[in-house]
């Protein structure tokens, strides 16, 4: 059952991660069709790296979620240094967004490890 959880949670990371990287780089004017679920490009971004560190976390148990965190923080500003090489523009509030929605992921988790640890 748990291997089961790990490879569907596995599976889910790299697509999504996938998404994203074909979402942040792909030209603004290419064929691709983007359906504008989401109104604002900055919450698409904080549900995006919210969603991506949440099944991050679920996906690899081993590695601590500090670390985790570093990783997909800094694969979030090297797409954006990289933007611009696609006919793209960075931008710090982008990465802002992609940041928070990190943090949004990781502080519940944080905070129920401290509290168990305080309660032990």
Request: glycine share 4%; net charge positive.
């Amino acid at each position: 059952m748990v291997r089961a959880i790990l490879w569907f949670a596995r599976t889910g990371f790299l697509a999504l991660y996938a998404a994203i990287i074909f979402l942040s780089l792909a030209s603004v004017e290419s064929d691709v069709n983007v359906v504008h679920l989401i109104p604002s490009d900055k919450a698409g971004h904080f549900l995006g790296y919210f969603a991506l560190t949440s099944i991050a976390i679920l996906a690899f148990p081993r590695i601590p979620i500090a670390v985790l965190a570093v990783i997909i923080i800094t694969q979030s500003a090297a797409v954006e240094v990289a933007q611009p090489f696609f006919g793209r523009t960075a931008d710090i509030y982008d990465l802002l967004a992609n940041l928070v929605g990190v943090a949004g992921a990781v502080a519940p988790v944080i905070s129920k490890n401290l509290r168990e640890r305080m309660r032990a």
